[in-house]
């Protein structure tokens, strides 16, 4: 983990109240894997106090230096900071953080839920240069809300679910999952828990590698101030240091017993 100085590139509003922010960082964006995360400061003295986490969205390797992006919602306080940040601004990130997704298998099936689909781009880029085949179900509430399929890299085979059904199959992204399952020797999801709650219902990927990238309140990032706890079959872990990328089966969701 470093603590880094990115400088600005660009940063503009790529769907309503969602930024694409580019920036310079080559310590972040060559060590990172698809997956972690970093800490972002989000206000120009120590207020808010605590950093914001982020995925590390994809990176630029070929531009030099190399570059990295995060994808965000504007939320509360310190994501609307980040919003206005402009070219040549700099922000301070601690990163890269946690650990990445694991993939063992040439058969992708990404699942996104809204701005879940932050880390998996560039999961779904590095696993189509080296070779792998990359199924990706990106859902949002409507087709205006959903991430720009240009954007995407070229190759990965797109399916899309929109709950008012204005773009693609109406319903929910794990409405699409049942059909896909098949084919996939690995999934991989990211949304919001209610999501991973329905996934870990659904019998299509019962017995199949399932990880699930996490959401916690963070104060830290690095695991010193416990805050991000999730109970788990191996007891309580950490989703900053542990995590964020679990396998579904091992997360305990609230009301369930460790024996389930
Ligand atoms: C590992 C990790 C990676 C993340 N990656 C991304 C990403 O790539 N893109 C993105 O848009 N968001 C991501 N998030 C969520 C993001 O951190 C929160 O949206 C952000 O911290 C909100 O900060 P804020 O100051 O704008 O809002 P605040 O003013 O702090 O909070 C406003 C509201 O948002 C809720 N909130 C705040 N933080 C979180 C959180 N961590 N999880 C859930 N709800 C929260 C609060 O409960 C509150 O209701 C990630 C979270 C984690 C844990
Ligand atoms: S955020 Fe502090 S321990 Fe995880």
Known sequence: MKQILATVLSNSEILPDIHLLWA???????????????????GEDHDPLLRR?????????LASPIQFALLFSIIGRGTKWLAQRKEGDEIDLLG??????????????LVAGGIGVAPLVSLAE???????HVTLILGAPTQDQLYPAHLL?????????????????????????????GKADQVFACGPVA?????SSQTSIKGKS????????????????????????????????DGPVFELEDIIWRGKKGSD
């Open 195 to 199: 999501m991973y709650e329905v996934m």
């Open 53 to 61: 986490p982020l995925a590390i969205h994809r990176v630029s390797p």
């Open 126 to 132: 590095n696993e189509l240069a080296r070779g792998a």
């Open 153 to 181: 890299p070229p190759g990965i085979d797109l399916l899309v679910a929109t709950e008012d059904g204005s773009a693609g199959k109406k319903g929910m992204a794990t409405d699409l999952l049942a059909n896909f399952t």
């Open 210 to 241: 399932v990880q699930v990238s996490m959401e916690a309140r963070m104060g830290c990032g690095f695991g010193v101030c416990l805050g991000c706890a999730i109970k788990t079959r191996q007891g309580m872990k950490l989703v900053c240091q």
């Open 24 to 42: 310079q960082a080559p310590e972040i964006a060559s060590e990172y894997r698809p997956g972690q995360f970093v800490m972002v400061r989000t």
């Open 96 to 109: 890269p953080l946690g650990h990445s997704f694991r993939v063992q298998s040439r058969h992708l099936l």
